[in-house]
């Protein structure tokens, strides 16, 4: 696997190169979609040539592999909080997004925005096809509601956090011991439904850490705006 890495790297350089020298060059739109795979295979990610090859796929619609594009919208939906599934999905033609794939895709990213995490692993669980395809998804996905309980939650009940990362049993006593290990979660004593984990402070669950405006905007500045005002 150690051999492979030095490769990889080489190819990532010479997409990515592409990419800056000659965006709109048709030619390079096998490289793009071969990179698109790669990506997949070795876990990595490149919005930048990803918004290439569909600003590509624009001028050359008869090219278009929506095999291809799903994968891009699975790896952008992985990236959130990130805005790119909406960025990749302006540069995709309605007809397409029409595509009961790409239908289901966009449902799912609905249910990420609007944190109704019951209903998005619902929905994956049937559409295993598309979501499955793409290694690393639930990991990525689990990774994104816990950043989003943790800008609510202070201290969260454990059937919450099953919920929204849908680990339950003894694989979520294993997960959240690795996170009390490693990531500086507490867990309340107790167990079942009962029990309760406190997660790291921040200034949005702690919004007490978070700096006042008397700390980010210098004196001079407030001083200036009182002639303004009067």
């Not at 008869?62 to 994968?71: C, K, L, Y």
Request: proline share 7%; hydrophobic share 40%.
């Amino acid at each position: 696997m150690g051999r492979e890495t030095p490769k990889q790297q080489q190819v990532s350089y010479t997409v990515e190169q592409l990419v800056a020298v000659n965006p709109y060059n048709p030619d390079i739109l096998p490289d793009l979609e071969n990179y698109v795979n790669e990506q997949v295979s070795s876990q990595t990610y490149s919005l930048d040539a990803n918004l290439c090859l569909l600003r590509l796929y624009q001028f050359e619609p008869e090219r278009m592999s929506t095999q291809i594009v799903a994968r891009i919208l699975v790896k952008a939906l992985m990236a959130m909080p990130a805005p790119d599934f909406s960025l990749c999905l302006f540069l995709i033609p309605e007809r397409v997004q029409m595509e009961e794939q790409f239908k289901t895709l966009i449902v799912l990213s609905h249910y990420l925005e609007t944190g109704r995490f019951r209903q998005f692993w619902d929905e994956a669980a049937k559409s295993r096809h598309i979501v499955e395809a793409v290694p690393g998804f639930e990991q990525a996905i689990q990774t994104y509601a816990i950043h989003v309980l943790s800008l609510t939650y202070q201290k969260i009940p454990r059937p919450v956090l099953a919920e929204a990362i849908n680990i339950e049993g003894l694989s979520l006593d294993k997960f959240l011991e690795h996170q009390a290990a490693n990531s500086g979660w507490i867990l309340e004593k107790g167990h079942g439904r009962g029990q309760l984990i406190i997660l790291p402070r921040n200034e949005f669950n702690h919004p007490e850490l978070k700096k006042s405006a008397a700390d980010t905007v210098p004196l001079e500045h407030i001083t200036r705006i009182f002639p303004i005002l009067g």
